[in-house]
């Protein structure tokens, strides 16, 4: 392993033993819970520092004052409110989905200021615990989605979760599991603009990548001093692609830690891990595009980290890799990641 692995190798031992045995998130402060497929409880580390729903922003800028500074090696937990932060609720009708005011989508929990960050450096965030809230919805908005121009009037679910129901009834016949995650997580830009959480962007953003669940680590490219971090819009369930416009929205509880990593391998954009796979993340505004770069960016990790001359590392990502359209509903913007299976690399 080289300097990024050996940074975090204690933890990621854990994570991969903890992963390995499927471990799941507990229950929600709220009483739902969502655990990860044939998964035991495992019970997260105690928080250190605590932030509400009320501690949120919803652009990206490095002008945006923290809301808390912590050391490396923190633990934070957090609460988010659902995308419309609040605009909807329980019982919302189409009526209320076409007065949402997209000023407010998006609201994140943060930013968080952690001491030593530096530009350059790498901040790994573990996500130890993401418990689901006691409601939650889904929408078709007019004007915004993958098939926008077919789909063009709105269409509103909405659900009551209760204590320990891991799944959502779609139709009497159809049944979703719930696999929470962050659809949203970054670090701060290098900019004083705000700009829109809407698409994703090399310090993260709305990647709504559904693999970034509990037991998962995922690595930033840090561009500010203290790199600002936040997170939120989270999603109860979603598929690959996000293609209606969105998951299964609902407000949530996340346990994270947050180490700042230096002297490692440098990252463009986010990258991360789960007990099975090593992950790359690309952003662009086609797929083909982001395919590319995740592709390239897969050959860096393979030379870089596992000495893979480049030849190498291109057949590899053919014979092994995997190719996941994390999002396309943010059209021209989509995010392309790629899986590398742990076991092929004898980890």
């Known amino acids: 392993m080289t300097d990024l692995h050996s940074a975090t190798g204690h933890r990621l031992v854990f994570l991969s033993l903890c992963l390995a045995a499927a471990c799941s998130s507990p229950q929600a402060e709220s009483g739902s819970t969502a655990a990860a497929e044939g998964s035991a409880p495992s019970a997260p580390p105690e928080p250190q520092y605590r932030l509400g729903r009320e501690q949120t922003h919803s652009r990206f800028s490095a002008a945006i004052p923290p809301v808390l500074r912590v050391p490396s090696g923190a633990i934070i937990e957090v609460l988010t409110e659902e995308a419309t932060d ?32 530096e530009p350059g450096d790498v901040l790994a965030v573990t996500l130890h615990d993401i418990a689901i809230g006691d409601w939650a919805w889904a929408a078709i908005v007019p004007g915004f989605g993958f098939l926008a121009d077919e789909f063009t009037e709105p269409y509103l679910k909405t659900w009551r979760l209760a204590e320990g129901q891991d799944a959502i009834r779609f139709s009497d016949r159809i049944r979703i599991p719930l696999r929470p995650f962050a659809g949203v997580m970054g670090v701060a830009p290098p900019t004083d603009s705000m700009l829109s959480t809407i698409p994703p962007r090399a310090n993260g953003g709305n990647m709504d990548n559904r693999h970034m669940t509990a037991g998962t680590t ?53 990258e991360y891990e789960t007990g099975a796979d090593y992950a790359v993340t690309a952003f662009a505004t086609t797929i083909d595009e982001a395919a590319r770069k995740a592709t390239g960016y897969m050959i860096d990790y393979l030379v870089g980290e596992h000495g893979l001359s480049r030849e190498e590392a291109y057949m590899l990502c053919s014979l092994a890799g995997d190719l996941k359209i994390a999002e396309v509903v943010d059209a021209p913007h989509v995010l392309v990641a790629m899986h590398m299976p742990k076991a092929v690399l004898g980890l």
């Not at 009708?93 to 997209?102: P, Q």
């Not at 971090?229 to 994270?256: K, L, N």
């Open 86 to 117: 609040a605009q909807l609720g329980p019982e919302a009708t189409v009526d209320d989905l076409l007065n949402v005011s997209f000023d407010a989508v998006h609201p994140l929990t943060g930013p968080v200021y952690v001491e030593g960050a």
């Open 218 to 270: 995922v690595y930033f490219p840090v561009f500010v001093e203290g790199a600002l971090f936040s997170i939120g819009d989270t999603h109860a369930a979603q598929g690959d692609g996000e293609v209606s416009g969105t998951a299964i929205e609902a407000p949530m509880r996340i346990v994270y830690e947050i180490e700042v990593l230096k002297g490692g391998r440098a990252i463009p954009e986010p």
